[in-house]
């Protein structure tokens, strides 16, 4: 399977899905005109790669600075998506990115924390260079 690669935008965040290290990972912003039409794509990738899991370990780092609400569905969709995974026996490990200064980033990973039961879902710290 190839890997899934979308460079960053203005509005869009870096998204760089490696299934042979199985990484996942989302970096930036995400404000598109059409979230839906950006990210089914991402969506359907993540669909194959899950369903050809099973003892695989599967980290996912993300860090994401600011989304729209259309965002916030598909991101909903994504955890949904590693937390049936990771029900079906698949380690699942997310690092929920946010810098200290950021409480909307910190709000955000909270809300989708207390969504998962079986994902690991860490809360990391960034510190801002000065």
């Given at each position: 399977m190839e890997?899934?690669?979308?460079?960053k935008t203005k509005s869009t965040p870096?998204?760089?899905?490696?299934?042979?290290?199985?990484?996942?990972?989302l970096k930036g912003e995400s404000y598109p005109e059409n979230s839906s039409k950006?990210?089914?794509?991402?969506l359907e990738w993540l669909e194959k790669y899950l369903s050809g899991v099973s003892q695989?370990?599967?980290r996912a780092d993300i860090e994401l600075i600011y989304f729209n609400?259309?965002?916030s569905k598909v991101f909903m969709n994504f955890f949904d998506m590693l937390e049936d995974a990771a029900q079906n026996g698949v380690?699942?490990?997310?690092?929920?990115?946010?810098?200290?200064?950021n409480d909307s980033a910190l709000e955000c990973g909270e809300e989708f924390y207390e969504d998962m039961e079986q994902v690991v879902f860490?809360?990391?710290?960034?510190?801002?260079e000065k």
């Open positions: 890997p899934y690669i979308r460079e870096l998204i760089q899905f490696d299934p042979e290290n199985h990484y996942l990972e950006f990210y089914t794509p991402m695989e370990s599967i609400s259309s965002s380690t699942v490990v997310v690092n929920w990115k946010y810098h200290v200064d860490n809360m990391v710290e960034l510190q801002d």
